[in-house]
């Protein structure tokens, strides 16, 4: 059987491209090695390293964390917000088999009653206004007979007087979907969504939930108004009452449509736990139903739509199930990036697989020390390289990146010169060695150091990263043309390359 031959992976932090010079590191750099690889057009691609390529929010810039999951994994791993906007606009929402038990349950066991509980918002950080709107359109179409709502005010990832609107937008739904539903009640997330065991909190919007002990209103945007011109705003709004019989009863049935868990863990273990975690001022409705948008604690039994996501058979396990030994090498900077990350989240390393943590230098900020250690780095690899025991070896090269956020130009650019003569090493004992090498990198940032008014960019960009294949035998180049590559790729074009098959699990496409 023919020797295995080993693929390497440079992972360069922050190298975006971009077709203007102005501000652009990376341009004014002198980097004969990558220049030369860029050249070679069946050889080198470019691929999306930014939202949805890499599970985030639509236009919202990459990090080296989702992008070494990204590469590691040969998916995106999506953000539950993403997976809730997926579902509905693939239709796949209405299926889900938890809501549709969801939907059993209130229909005959809690005489048509489904309250829907969480924060009322638009922004996106612990649920999102188009989640609930959904969701009371396909209750109404599951004919549930009743659906109350009671809306947690936010008034902390928005504007801390914009609930009023966010209510008005929900009572416009409902009247949209034929007068269905009802708004119960509003409390403010200080209350309803406390997570530092400040129980009296907690206590305060289970009193208005369960027994109507609130503000009652027939008029909820007056009332709510009434609160703000007293100095009220939105995360501190005591509980306001609408509708008694939207009050929490024996036997009903809880749906959370909070996606993010921190802040539901407290109101939803009050309701649901036996005994509760503290001993509330009101007794708490027997035989409840609670479902729970995803997984709040990995202790609640309650069933979730959106379960947390197994990373299964990534790059690096994938090699290991097949005996072969790997080496991954950052430094301190990078180190959890070629490790924890780009193995899917998975802290311990896998079997046979070897790990060499370089020290970062010690200075107050890397613009003083633009090379950081990326030159120790590099020996690692080519050392790793020379021991010829190795099917696949990958490192991070930190310094386009790390120097890059101190907004230093000068430094930065020096960086990314530095960072070309550790890939030319690295390429050279490729060559000696006939190894497979992969080049591509986690986000942008290098490129783009200057505004257009020519102000100091210190953040990552959403411009598209390189992906190189080098092979000194000169057989394998891409199979395709790509133009629409994501990071999810890197992993399976790896995998064919070396001749091994491909996991199911990888979504990204051979390039």
């Not at 509980?117 to 396909?138: A, F, I, P």
């Not at 409705?285 to 309650?302: A, E, R, S």
Request: aromatic share 8%; hydrophobic share 35%.
């Amino acid at each position: 059987m023919a020797k295995q031959r080993t693929a390497v992976l440079i992972c360069i932090d922050g190298w975006g491209v971009s077709s203007s010079t102005h501000g652009n590191a990376i341009a004014a750099a002198s980097t004969p090695v990558m220049d030369a690889f860029a050249q070679q057009k069946r050889n080198y691609a470019t691929l999306d390293a930014s939202g949805l390529a890499v599970g985030l929010p639509k236009g919202v810039m990459g990090n080296s964390e989702v992008g070494h999951l990204t590469i590691g994994s040969g998916r995106p791993q999506y953000q539950d917000l993403i997976r809730v906007d997926m579902s509905i606009e693939d239709g796949s929402l209405v299926k889900n088999e938890v809501l549709q038990q969801t939907w059993e349950r209130a229909r005959t066991h809690s005489h048509g009653r489904l309250h829907l509980l969480g924060l009322l918002s638009d922004g996106g950080v612990h649920s999102h206004q188009r989640h609930l709107n959904k969701l009371l359109e396909l209750t109404r179409d599951a004919r549930v007979e009743h659906a109350y709502v009671h809306a947690f005010m936010d008034g902390r990832d928005t504007d801390p007087k914009s609930g009023v609107g966010f209510v008005q937008q929900l009572l416009e739904t409902m009247k949209s979907l034929g007068n269905y539903g009802t708004l119960a009640s509003c409390t403010g997330r200080y209350y309803a969504m406390d997570r530092d065991k400040r129980w009296e909190r907690i206590d305060r919007a289970l009193r208005a939930l369960v027994q109507g002990d609130a503000e009652a209103t027939d008029d909820i945007a007056a009332a709510i108004q009434k609160r703000y011109d007293s100095g009220e705003t939105d995360e501190f709004l005591k509980p306001l009452l609408l509708h008694r019989d939207g009050c929490i009863r024996d036997g009903d049935t809880l749906l959370f449509f909070d996606f993010r868990a921190d802040r539901m863990r407290q109101i939803v273990e009050t309701l649901g736990m036996h005994p509760p975690p503290y001993e509330p001022t009101v007794p708490i409705p027997k035989d409840l139903g609670i479902f729970c948008m995803t997984q709040y604690n990995v202790h609640f039994p309650f069933p979730v739509l959106f379960p947390q996501q197994e990373m299964k058979n990534v790059l690096s396990e994938w090699i290991s199930k097949r005996g072969l030994r790997q080496f991954h090498t950052a430094e301190t900077e990078k180190y959890a990036h070629v490790t924890f990350f780009f193995n899917g989240g998975v802290e311990q390393a896998f079997e046979n697989e070897e790990r060499q943590l370089i020290p970062s230098p010690k200075v107050p900020t890397y613009d003083q020390e633009p090379p950081m250690s990326m030159h120790k780095v590099g020996d690692a690899v080519v050392h790793a390289i020379e021991s010829g025991v190795y099917a696949f070896v990958m490192c991070n090269l930190a310094a386009p990146d790390m120097v890059g956020h101190t907004g230093v130009y000068d430094a930065t650019v020096e960086a990314c010169q530095h960072c070309d003569v550790v890939i030319g090493k690295i390429w050279e004992a490729c060559q000696r060695h006939n190894c497979l090498l992969f080049v591509t990198s986690d986000h942008g940032n290098a490129e783009l150091m200057l505004t257009d008014d020519g102000k100091p960019v210190t953040s990552h960009s959403t411009n598209w990263v390189p992906f190189i294949l080098a092979d000194p035998e000169g057989k394998r180049t891409f199979k395709t043309e790509l133009d629409k590559g994501t990071l999810a790729d890197v992993a399976p074009t790896i995998l064919s390359a070396l001749d091994l098959p491909i996991p199911p699990e990888m979504k990204g496409k051979v390039v």
